[in-house]
């Protein structure tokens, strides 16, 4: 049959499937990610992928996928900002300390469309439109694999850092739903959520799969006191709201196929979902505005609309499996400012406004085929692969409300103005080869070769190979070596807005009217920005695998990823009076300036250390042990010559903020020990994660601020009572550990408002505790 032939069917790939271990053995799982071969195991990889099964989605209190995937996999980095505007509603997530656009996202093998929201703010991830990971459900989800890999010659654009894979749930049969609550130690952030999945069949020869989730999730607040001003009426209360923002998540997931005849598969899958987020922009004080005289504090309510829909066909055609299918997604980001004022409209100004939208979206045409051919000399076949993909990609920004942008406009976040409003579109037309083998029992290999053209900036070709060397069935080695590119977004390209920032000017938080212009505008042009060209990587990777005994492995992958030409967005250069006029005959009137560039150069070394080790004992149960490190070092190789327009203006277009926010922003190590304890219904699990130091930069030496690592514990247990319900407690950071508070040296931290940074992998809302009750069919 078709379903059997295709078990590792091209670019879109059945489940992983887990060989059934003996009683004490590790699982073996057939992974489809990074390869174009049937039956490839996680065991003969060429490549790292972790395997994150839905026990282990549903192993925290999170609901939200990036955050899971922080706490699961040391290579990843997830940190909550707050009081970034529209980062604190879709925050980026690193893997291996890169730019979180500099990894792809799939879902079912195929491309994920990005984030229409551009985080333009000073946190990790500066200047990257990435997927936005939480709106894709745990609900929805089957299992992970995340391939630490350069992988741009196997997918294209993106694939520097890796590949994240999400296989979504199939098949008729079987169904869950869970309704689960928490709260912090706070006794804020409550949280609900209910979300559940279940299957249908389609006639005799298909079925239907539909996941449901929504949560509702309250604010949490750790700002501290305002003490700034003894005069204020509300001196000595808190009035910023600095933490997690409000959200309210809504979403379906339709995953869907049917056979047709024995050579020949149709499949869909689909998602539509809704995120309401409420955060909080920066308190203003008393006197500013008569409609709030004792201050007030700017609220960013936007709402995500993401959706997408692949479908397409499948088969068996003289030897050859094939696949073509179509891809469209988007993504909309809508924002209203409510609870503030726009300063220069007095009394009459109004305290709700429509700040604009943004909206990204790309539609792909795949046709992959792909065969395997015997090869005397080899002791397997060899497996040809072929595609083509045609991309089309638009990015628009829609203008505000008139109020919201009028003068300094709508306090908080100034609207999209009808001079930033657009549509900008591109497309792209690549070609592919992949070749794979095992050439001996011992020794395996492939390459790939991918070729691809943009309208706008032109042509490139990335090339991989990778091979594997087993010693014996207990030793093996690894490599790979690849280029890879990312090509610039069209949000990066594109995006512009005139807002209000706060920049440290002589040791005080001052307002600055800053405009954030597209590369090709005339308004950069004026500050020396020339167009933008794709990123550039190189990466090495060596890899040992062991395994002495059939219940215990481990993986050591040293790797090396050099990038030249990263896209960054620029220092807010506050401009000098003749910038300022020259850009004022233009009809811009701003005090400040920056746009996208290539001007950066940047070297990424590290280590990945995996390790697993089942101990049963047959009278008293199973113990599984997971330990997982990462080390991980940015450097900095080259930074471009400055423009010499901007030199003659006293300003720096890269600055040392930008440079070391990438370097070393995020933790240079992380540790994880996971002890996952089974004895008939019952279940424990308990993880100790240990965050390492990072530095928040400054431009300034003196103010940089190194934050010590931090350890945190997390806490579960669950039974089943019968076959059908699981009833499931927890405390994530049961320990109640906070990051180190921000020195209040040079206003840093707001007067102490806000009394803990953005860049903490963990967050700094403390202990939480969380309850589950499921039901499944």
Do not use: C
């Amino acid at each position: 049959m078709l379903a059997a032939t295709l078990a590792a069917s091209l670019s879109v790939p059945a489940m992983a499937q887990e060989t059934e271990p003996l009683a004490g053995e590790l699982p073996s799982v057939v992974v489809v990610t990074g390869t174009y071969a049937k039956n490839r195991r996680t065991v003969d990889s060429e490549s790292p992928i972790d395997i994150i099964g839905a026990r282990e989605l549903q192993a925290t209190g999170s609901t939200e996928l990036a955050t899971v995937l922080g706490r699961l996999l040391p290579s990843v980095n997830f940190p909550r900002p707050s009081g970034a505007d529209a980062s604190d509603a879709v925050r980026p997530a690193q893997l291996r300390g890169l730019s979180p656009d500099q990894t792809l996202v799939l879902v079912n093998g195929k491309r994920r469309h990005t984030s229409a929201v551009v985080n333009v703010n000073g946190t990790q991830g500066r200047g990257s439109a990435p997927v936005d990971l939480n709106a894709i459900p745990l609900s929805a989800i089957d299992h992970i694999e995340v391939l630490r890999d350069g992988a741009a010659a196997q997918y294209g654009s993106d694939a520097i850092a890796g590949v994240i894979n999400i296989i979504l749930k199939k098949g008729p049969n079987g169904g869950d739903a869970e309704l689960g609550v928490g709260e912090y130690q706070k006794r804020d952030g409550k949280q609900v959520s209910l979300k559940g999945s279940t299957g249908f069949a389609l006639g005799d020869s298909g079925w239907l799969r539909v996941a449901v989730e929504a949560a509702d999730r309250d604010p949490t607040n750790r700002a501290g006191p305002d003490l700034r001003n003894p005069k204020d009426p509300r001196y000595g209360l808190v009035n910023q709201r600095f933490g997690d923002p409000e959200t309210r998540p809504r979403t379906v997931f339709v995953n869907s196929q049917v056979t047709i005849n024995d050579d020949l598969e149709w499949y869909a899958f689909a998602n539509y979902g809704q995120r309401d987020t409420s955060a909080a922009a920066t308190w203003r004080t008393f006197g500013r505005s008569p409609i709030y005289p004792d201050g007030f504090l700017p609220l960013e309510n936007s709402t995500s609309t993401d959706q997408s829909l692949v479908t397409g066909l499948r088969g068996e055609a003289g030897g050859w499996r094939w696949d073509t299918s179509l891809n469209y997604g988007s993504n909309e980001f809508q924002l209203d400012m409510d609870h503030t004022v726009n300063l220069d409209l007095g009394a009459n100004s109004p305290t709700h406004f429509y700040a604009g939208k943004l909206q990204n979206t790309q539609t792909l045409l795949n046709v992959d085929v792909a065969r395997e051919f015997p090869v005397a000399a080899f002791s397997g076949p060899l497996t040809v692969a072929l595609g083509a993909e045609a991309r089309h990609e638009k990015y628009e920004i829609g203008a505000g409300d008139a109020a919201s942008y009028q003068g300094t406009g709508s306090q908080g976040f100034s609207g999209f103005r009808p001079v930033n409003a657009g549509s900008n579109s591109r497309h792209n037309e690549s070609l592919y080869l992949n070749l794979e083998a095992e050439v001996s029992r011992q020794f395996s290999g492939s390459a790939a070769l991918r070729h691809e053209r943009y309208s706008d900036f032109g042509s490139t070709t990335s090339a991989k190979g990778s091979a594997r060397y087993a010693f014996n069935e207990m030793v093996s080695l690894r490599g790979t070596a690849s280029s890879g590119f990312r090509a610039p977004s069209l949000a990066q390209q594109f995006y512009t807005i005139t807002t209000t920032n706060f920049s440290v000017i002589n040791g005080v938080n001052t307002p600055i009217e800053t405009g954030t212009f597209a590369v090709g505008s005339a308004a950069a042009t004026a500050l020396g920005a020339t167009p933008l060209k794709a990123e550039k990587a190189r990466n090495y990777s060596l890899g040992l695998q062991v395994q002495p005994t059939s219940n215990w492995n481990a993986t050591i992958d040293a790797y090396r990823i050099d990038v030249d030409d990263r896209i960054a967005l620029s220092a807010n250069m506050t401009l000098s009076d003749t910038l300022k006029r020259a850009l004022a005959a233009q009809g811009i009137l701003v005090g400040a300036g920056r746009y996208f560039t290539n001007a950066i150069d940047t070297r990424t070394t590290g280590v990945d250390v995996v390790s697993t080790y089942r101990w049963n004992l047959a009278l008293v149960g199973r113990f599984d042990f997971t330990l997982a490190y990462n080390h991980n070092k940015n450097t900095l190789e080259r930074v471009a010559p400055n423009p010499a327009l901007l030199t003659a203006n006293g300003l720096t277009l890269i600055d040392r903020q930008t440079i070391n926010r990438m370097t070393v922003g995020s933790p240079r190590d992380k540790f994880s020990l996971a002890t996952e304890y089974t004895a008939g219904p019952w279940n424990g699990r308990v993880t100790v994660t240990r965050y390492g130091s990072f530095t928040v930069p400054q431009n300034n030496p003196a103010l940089d601020q190194v934050y010590d690592p931090q350890w945190v514990l997390d806490l579960a247990a669950s039974v089943k009572l019968g076959n059908r319900w699981k009833l499931t407690a927890g405390i994530d950071n049961a320990t109640n550990r906070y990051p180190d508070q921000v020195t209040s040296a040079g206003n840093l931290n707001n007067n102490g408002i806000n009394p803990y940074s953005g860049f903490s992998p963990n967050g700094f809302n403390g202990r939480f505790y969380y309850a589950k009750a499921g039901y499944s069919w």
